[in-house]
Nanobody, 122 residues
Framework: QVQWVESGGGLVQAGGSLRLSCAASVGTFSVAVMGWFRQAPGKEREFVAAFAWSPYYADSVKGRFTISRDNAKNTVYLQMNGLKPEDTGVYYC??????????????????WGQGTQVTVSS
Protein backbone atom coordinates (compact mmCIF):
# COMPACT_ATOMS: atom_id res chain seq x y z
CA GLN A 1 0.00 0.00 0.00
CA VAL A 2 1.28 3.43 -0.93
CA GLN A 3 1.76 5.83 1.94
CA TRP A 4 2.42 9.52 1.52
CA VAL A 5 3.55 11.53 4.53
CA GLU A 6 3.63 15.33 4.59
CA SER A 7 5.78 17.50 6.84
CA GLY A 8 6.80 21.14 7.16
CA GLY A 9 3.56 22.82 8.12
CA GLY A 10 3.29 25.27 11.00
CA LEU A 11 2.46 28.78 12.10
CA VAL A 12 4.04 31.72 10.30
CA GLN A 13 3.45 35.45 10.07
CA ALA A 14 2.19 37.02 6.87
CA GLY A 15 5.04 37.50 4.44
CA GLY A 16 6.93 34.53 5.80
CA SER A 17 7.91 31.25 4.19
CA LEU A 18 7.40 27.55 4.70
CA ARG A 19 8.57 24.49 2.82
CA LEU A 20 6.33 21.46 2.71
CA SER A 21 7.64 17.98 1.91
CA CYS A 22 5.79 14.83 1.00
CA ALA A 23 7.56 11.49 0.99
CA ALA A 24 6.01 8.47 -0.72
CA SER A 25 6.61 4.87 0.27
CA VAL A 26 6.56 3.78 -3.35
CA GLY A 27 8.82 4.88 -6.15
CA THR A 28 7.48 8.09 -7.65
CA PHE A 29 8.60 6.98 -11.09
CA SER A 30 5.30 5.14 -11.11
CA VAL A 31 3.42 8.36 -10.34
CA ALA A 32 2.90 10.60 -13.36
CA VAL A 33 1.68 13.73 -11.62
CA MET A 34 2.38 14.92 -8.10
CA GLY A 35 0.43 17.79 -6.66
CA TRP A 36 -0.65 19.81 -3.67
CA PHE A 37 -4.16 20.75 -2.61
CA ARG A 38 -5.40 22.70 0.39
CA GLN A 39 -8.59 22.96 2.37
CA ALA A 40 -9.60 25.88 4.56
CA PRO A 41 -12.27 25.49 7.27
CA GLY A 42 -15.73 25.43 5.76
CA LYS A 43 -14.40 25.37 2.21
CA GLU A 44 -13.86 22.73 -0.44
CA ARG A 45 -10.46 21.28 -1.16
CA GLU A 46 -8.76 23.36 -3.85
CA PHE A 47 -5.88 22.87 -6.24
CA VAL A 48 -2.61 24.60 -5.37
CA ALA A 49 0.08 23.17 -7.66
CA ALA A 50 1.04 20.10 -9.67
CA PHE A 51 4.15 18.78 -11.38
CA ALA A 52 3.88 16.58 -14.45
CA TRP A 53 6.41 17.35 -17.19
CA SER A 54 6.32 20.94 -15.93
CA PRO A 55 4.76 22.82 -13.03
CA TYR A 56 1.21 24.10 -12.88
CA TYR A 57 -0.11 26.60 -10.34
CA ALA A 58 -3.36 28.07 -9.16
CA ASP A 59 -3.57 31.75 -10.01
CA SER A 60 -3.76 32.59 -6.31
CA VAL A 61 -0.26 31.21 -5.63
CA LYS A 62 1.51 31.88 -8.93
CA GLY A 63 4.75 33.76 -8.36
CA ARG A 64 4.82 32.92 -4.64
CA PHE A 65 4.84 29.10 -4.49
CA THR A 66 7.18 26.66 -6.21
CA ILE A 67 6.56 22.94 -6.63
CA SER A 68 9.37 20.50 -7.29
CA ARG A 69 9.88 16.76 -7.17
CA ASP A 70 12.82 14.47 -6.53
CA ASN A 71 12.11 11.01 -7.87
CA ALA A 72 15.34 9.65 -6.39
CA LYS A 73 14.02 10.55 -2.94
CA ASN A 74 10.36 9.76 -3.70
CA THR A 75 9.51 13.26 -2.55
CA VAL A 76 7.56 16.29 -3.72
CA TYR A 77 8.10 19.76 -2.25
CA LEU A 78 6.15 22.98 -2.04
CA GLN A 79 8.16 26.11 -1.29
CA MET A 80 5.78 28.81 -0.11
CA ASN A 81 6.99 32.41 0.01
CA GLY A 82 5.10 35.61 0.65
CA LEU A 83 2.47 33.78 2.66
CA LYS A 84 -0.87 35.44 3.22
CA PRO A 85 -3.60 34.74 5.81
CA GLU A 86 -5.79 33.38 3.01
CA ASP A 87 -3.20 30.63 2.47
CA THR A 88 -4.22 29.12 5.80
CA GLY A 89 -5.51 25.56 5.62
CA VAL A 90 -4.65 21.90 5.66
CA TYR A 91 -2.29 21.08 2.80
CA TYR A 92 -2.44 17.65 1.17
CA CYS A 93 -0.01 16.08 -1.25
CA UNK A 94 -1.49 13.93 -3.98
CA UNK A 95 -0.38 11.57 -6.70
CA UNK A 96 -1.91 10.70 -10.04
CA UNK A 97 -0.95 7.50 -11.86
CA UNK A 98 -1.56 8.79 -15.38
CA UNK A 99 -0.82 11.98 -17.28
CA UNK A 100 -4.24 11.97 -18.92
CA UNK A 101 -7.06 13.91 -17.37
CA UNK A 102 -7.42 17.14 -15.50
CA UNK A 103 -4.58 18.01 -13.12
CA UNK A 104 -6.70 20.50 -11.21
CA UNK A 105 -9.51 18.28 -9.91
CA UNK A 106 -8.91 16.42 -6.66
CA UNK A 107 -11.17 13.59 -7.83
CA UNK A 108 -8.60 12.69 -10.51
CA UNK A 109 -5.86 11.83 -8.01
CA UNK A 110 -5.18 8.30 -6.82
CA UNK A 111 -2.99 8.80 -3.75
CA TRP A 112 -3.28 11.22 -0.83
CA GLY A 113 -1.25 12.20 2.19
CA GLN A 114 -2.77 12.77 5.61
CA GLY A 115 -2.41 16.55 5.47
CA THR A 116 -0.35 19.14 7.31
CA GLN A 117 -1.68 22.36 8.85
CA VAL A 118 -0.44 25.73 7.62
CA THR A 119 -1.54 28.80 9.56
CA VAL A 120 -0.62 32.31 8.47
CA SER A 121 -1.24 35.07 10.98
CA SER A 122 -1.84 38.67 9.97
Amino acid sequence: QVQWVESGGGLVQAGGSLRLSCAASVGTFSVAVMGWFRQAPGKEREFVAAFAWSPYYADSVKGRFTISRDNAKNTVYLQMNGLKPEDTGVYYCAGKRHYSGNYFASSNYDYWGQGTQVTVSS
